[in-house]
């Protein structure tokens, strides 16, 4: 059984940081590209960031550029989303998805190339 768990959302003022782990079990993690996702309420869920099983490459929305930073552990089997310099327009439910294919690119923001997803962790940013 394939699960996802996120972790470390919360209630952030404007300009802060919170890194966002995920860990998965029941996967082989270092095959699989991972993905981070976010809804905000009322919108479409939307891309984020994707890290390669390598983690050699990394690809990020345009909105989150050099603030999120995508990472992995392999031997851990988690995957972390480090977000500084946090804006009111980042308050969204975050969530991890593994993508479906062994040995992607990492560069898929198309969600429906993701087969698992975790249940989401709220990111809150205070004006």
């Known amino acids: 059984q394939v699960q996802l768990v996120e972790s470390g959302g919360g209630l952030v003022q404007a300009g802060g940081s919170l890194r966002l782990s995920c860990a998965?079990?029941?996967r082989a993690f270092s095959t699989y590209?991972?993905?981070?996702f976010r809804q905000a309420p009322?919108?479409?869920?939307e891309f984020v960031a994707a890290i390669s099983w390598s983690g050699s490459s990394t690809t990020y929305v345009d909105s989150v550029k050099g603030r999120f930073t995508i990472s992995r552990d392999n031997a851990k089997n988690t995957v972390y989303l480090?977000?500084?310099s946090l804006k009111p327009e980042d308050t969204a439910v975050y969530y991890c998805a593994s993508h479906s294919r062994r040995y992607s690119s990492g560069t898929d923001y198309d969600r429906r190339e993701y087969g698992y997803w975790g249940l989401g962790t709220q990111v809150t940013v205070s004006s």
């Open 82 to 84: 480090q977000m500084n």
């Open 24 to 26: 998965v079990s029941g």
């Open 42 to 45: 009322g919108k479409e869920r």
């Open 33 to 36: 590209t991972m993905g981070w």
